[in-house]
């Protein structure tokens, strides 16, 4: 399960292009990787327009349901501009206690850069900050939906200084 103080339980990686998932199971609760990764990669795969990234969020409540989700922005064939502030905004109103970031990588390659690495670090100390926790961060190739986790394979990265995760 995803908690505030402890890593979900689920594999060290999961690359996947097998989109298969129950609906219901998704709307009743969110509560591992492969259940969230499989929302994430039908979200983009229902897109139409993928010539860039495209970034969004999950939005869960304190029981890990799924509140809904938002594609906040359309970028470039290597970028998409991220708001936090945005973000943040867009969670508070669907009353989100926790969001799972999820964005695409239009080339394929779906291992984290360093420019994904600090924004999942900024918001998870962001998150901190107003009571959003940040439970994981999907980049998916739209081509082939691969999916990779970045809390499986950068855990760190979801600590910040106050122990808190």
Known sequence: MFSDTSAPRYSVEVITTRVSCEVAEIKERLCNEELASCYVRSL????????????????????????????????TETQAPVSLRQVFRDALAMNANAIILFHTHPSGDVHPSSDDIALTRRTVEGGELIGVAVHDHFIISPATLKCRSIRSTRPETFTTAGGIS
């Open 44 to 75: 983009v795969g229902a897109q139409d327009d993928l010539d860039g990234e495209l970034f969004g969020f999950l939005a869960l409540d304190s029981r890990h349901r799924l509140l809904g989700h938002k594609i906040l922005y359309r970028g």
